[in-house]
């Protein structure tokens, strides 16, 4: 049973194209992330929910729209796609406590292909 | 500015022998958590082992080791007898208690030979 869940794990569309990305997680968490791994392999967080509430908003485009229906879920719409969007977009799960710094729990990412 | 830093884009090493990963990380926080993951080339990102700052032992995990030196601000993974199935990218990564993200560093690609 995959504890965070990502769907689709690939999508190729052209420029111009609006895409999302689903994500459900079954730990029981509060918070859920979108970090983003550019060709670099560099990770970069890009949102965060906590118990459907956003807490993180890095220097996202506009483009770029979460969205989280509940605690289990968070999705990652995206609009008029630029090449520069091309990357592997990971969800992540976490406990939410004030005060925890203990691990994120990845699902498998969802490489996204602008051509 | 950077947080972690991991100054090792990539290393070798041999079969059976240990390798050790540096990582060194920024932060003003009292309380923080340190964190390794391994990312394979089928992509997903495997957590490793997990150093609270106040943990006075080192963490341990099978053949992984966290060295953690406070004062250094240093945290660096060894990994004993190393298998061709230890060849991935390894990131460090830390947590401070007043943000819930996980900040990483550019990660440290090991290949491992046979």
């Not at chain 1, 929910?49 to 729209?65: C, D, M, Q």
């Not at chain 2, 990582?23 to 609270?52: A, N, R, V």
Request: proline share 3%; aromatic share 12%; glycine share 6%.
């Amino acid at each position: 049973d995959t504890a965070v869940s990502q769907t689709p794990k690939y999508l190729v569309t052209q420029m111009g194209n609006d895409k999302s990305i689903k994500c459900e997680q079954n730990l029981g968490h509060d918070t859920m992330y979108w970090y983003k791994q550019d060709s670099k392999k560099f990770l970069k967080i890009m949102f965060s929910y906590n118990n459907k509430e956003l807490i993180i908003n890095e220097t996202v485009p506009n483009r770029f729209s979460p969205k989280s229906p509940d605690k289990a879920h968070l999705n990652l719409h995206i609009n008029s796609l630029e090449l520069g969007d091309s990357a592997v977009y990971f969800c992540a799960s976490s406990k939410g406590e004030v005060g925890y710094t203990g691990e994120l729990f990845f699902g498998e990412g969802s490489r996204l292909t602008v051509l | 500015a950077q947080k972690i830093t991991q100054t090792q884009p990539g290393m070798f090493v041999q079969e059976k022998e240990a390798v050790t990963l540096d990582c060194t990380y920024d932060t003003s926080d009292q309380s923080y958590g340190l964190f390794w993951y391994k990312q394979p080339s089928s992509g997903e990102m495997i957590f490793l082992i997990y150093q609270g700052s106040y943990d006075e032992q080192n963490a341990t995990e099978g053949r992984y080791s966290l060295n953690f030196q406070k004062a250094r601000k240093s945290a660096n993974l060894v990994i004993s007898a190393s298998q061709l199935g230890d060849s991935a990218m390894y990131f460090c990564a830390m947590r401070e208690v007043n943000d819930y993200k996980l900040s990483f560093g550019a990660g440290t690609t090991v290949t491992v030979r046979a």
